[in-house]
């Protein structure tokens, strides 16, 4: 995790902000789709099929958040 750590800092110097944001909507289909099949729904045909980097898709299928009722 230190060596990804380490290449994540030098390619995003400024920390991440993906030019190209999904809504929780499109999210939580991701996340479906890979998790009905992850054999076939891999992060690199994910990045395409929703139009974002690998990096976001790796991001996406990582994160437990999830918003309260009061978000």
Do not use: C
């Amino acid at each position: 995790w230190a060596q990804h750590r380490a290449s994540m800092k030098a390619k995003f110097p400024e920390g991440w902000a993906p030019p190209h944001k999904l809504s929780r909507a499109a999210m939580d289909g991701l996340r479906a789709l890979h998790a009905h099949d992850p054999d076939t729904f891999t992060t690199p045909v994910l990045s395409e099929k929703f139009r974002i980097s690998p990096e976001a898709v790796r991001r996406i299928l990582r994160s437990k958040w999830q918003p309260t009722k009061e978000q």
